[in-house]
């Protein structure tokens, strides 16, 4: 099952078996996306919730207790709950689809999360809003895009960014706690903040991508030769401890992210 939305000269393919993930987004007949991979967390753009990017060891602490996560990428926890699980429909229109899922079994509060996908003649605009069900919890939020290096025409991408600061990352892959100013030079399995104006993405000779968001922090994962990822989150990795969201019922985490473009 797929839901296709259009507006202007673009078109995204929604999948919610597989994640609720973007697996598709064309502008002016070019993919933008990596459209399939080995595994759900290697394509597409997800997610990611209630936390984005590491838990170290995948564990945390709320209210004097140890919880623990599944660790599905080494040691650590990462990418959230709701990535590889099968989202519901709830609204769907020629240009907009609204989504949700519950936050599974993995995750040791009720709660669920919802993402409006929604397009505009020069932009794709999403949100997400976590929300408890009946306690409070500690939360984070984002999405995982994985943008195409090369498109069907111009120059591979150039990403741009312009942030004061980078979260120091330790030997084991996680945020110490401690910022680094100014970053250092990629490449980049980084999370920058105290960005300074809006990330842009450019393949000369085909289109620029500007990345709009409420996000504070934005990882970059520049390394894989194929595909960089420019993640806007609510909170470094491992935030449930580096800088905890507390959502409660009846006041959610929203992010909101705007993918705006301009055809070269």
């Not at 209210?63 to 599944?70: A, D, F, S, V, Y």
């Not at 895009?145 to 120059?155: D, E, K, Q």
Request: net charge negative; charged share 25%; aromatic share 8%.
């Amino acid at each position: 099952m797929t839901v296709v939305i259009s507006a202007g000269p673009a078109t995204v393919t929604i999948h919610p078996d597989r994640g609720g993930r973007i697996g598709s987004f064309v502008v002016d007949g070019l993919e933008l996306l990596v459209t399939a991979g080995d595994r759900p967390m290697d394509w597409g753009c997800y997610v990611m919730a209630p936390y984005a990017g590491r838990v170290r060891n995948g564990r945390f602490s709320f209210k004097g207790e140890e919880h623990q996560l599944p660790r599905n990428m080494g040691q650590h926890a990462i990418h959230g709950t709701v990535f590889d699980r099968a989202w519901t429909v709830d609204e769907a229109d020629d240009d907009r689809a609204v989504l949700s899922c519950d936050l599974g079994p993995d995750w040791p509060f009720a709660g669920r999360v919802v993402h409006d996908v929604a397009l505009v003649d020069d932009a794709l605009e999403l949100r997400i809003e976590v929300a408890a069900d009946d306690e409070p919890f500690p939360a984070a939020c984002g999405w995982h895009p994985w943008w195409r290096r090369r498109l069907a025409r111009g120059s591979a991408v150039r990403v741009d960014v312009d942030a004061e600061s980078m979260w120091v990352r330790g030997p084991d892959g996680v945020p110490t706690g401690d910022l680094v100013s100014p970053p250092p030079p990629g490449p980049w399995d980084d999370c920058l903040t105290d960005l300074k104006g809006a990330p842009v993405l450019r393949w000369d000779g085909a289109i620029e991508l500007t990345v709009d968001t409420t996000c504070d922090d934005l990882v970059v994962f520049d390394e894989p030769t194929h595909a960089v990822c420019v993640e806007p989150q609510t909170g470094p990795p491992d935030a449930l401890r580096l800088t905890p969201v507390l959502v409660e019922p009846g006041w959610p985490l929203i992010a909101e992210v705007a993918f705006r473009w301009q055809v070269l």
